[in-house]
């Protein structure tokens, strides 16, 4: 559990230090949601 714990934090401390702020890393996260989101919805017609 601890591991997961770690692998974690490493995850989100590298993609906000990728983005420079949290909003910078907020904002790209919510596009990658509606990228995805358009590209599935494209898939179930």
């Not at 420079?20 to 996260?29: R, Y």
Request: glycine letters at 18%; aromatic letters at 6%.
């Amino acid at each position: 559990m601890k591991y997961l714990l770690l692998i974690f934090l490493a995850v989100v401390s590298l993609a906000l230090t990728g983005c420079g702020t949290i909003g910078g890393a907020l904002s790209g996260a919510g596009q990658d949601l509606s990228t995805s989101g358009e590209w599935v919805k494209s898939i179930g017609q």
